[in-house]
């Protein structure tokens, strides 16, 4: 696949991004559980799309969490930041009650 073509006809997918184990998650983790901060937090994965922009730059977009977006100059830099993004969504979400278990499927069409 041509990374430089349009932003419109590219779409890079990220099979899955695994959030780290940071001090974040694990507070976050234990808000969600019901349990004491310190908790060890259980990993969750995310699909992840990746866009080259008309000026170059990667866009990042998390479609579990609407709103979650990032951007980098690089492949690894927007996913990276996508990455820190996804971390500050679920905390807000767990701080307002939101709930962060937004489905998000694959499905398989036919193309001519």
């Given at each position: 696949m041509d990374i430089t073509a349009p932003a419109a006809k590219l779409e890079l997918r990220t099979p899955c991004?695994?959030?780290?184990?940071?001090?974040?998650?694990?507070?976050?983790?234990?808000?969600?559980?019901?349990?004491?901060?310190?908790?060890?937090?259980?990993?969750?994965?995310?699909?992840?799309?990746?866009?080259?922009?008309?000026?170059?730059?990667?866009?990042?977009?998390?479609?579990?969490?609407p709103g979650c977006v990032s951007q980098g100059k690089t492949r690894e830099e927007a996913i990276a930041n996508i990455r820190e993004a996804i971390e500050g969504s679920l905390e807000t979400r767990a701080a307002n009650s939101i709930p962060s278990n937004i489905e998000t499927i694959e499905i398989e069409i036919l193309v001519a």
């Open positions: 991004l695994t959030l780290p184990r940071s001090r974040h998650s694990k507070d976050l983790a234990a808000r969600q559980n019901g349990t004491t901060v310190g908790a060890v937090a259980q990993p969750r994965k995310f699909f992840v799309t990746l866009e080259q922009d008309e000026d170059g730059w990667f866009v990042a977009k998390c479609p579990s969490l």
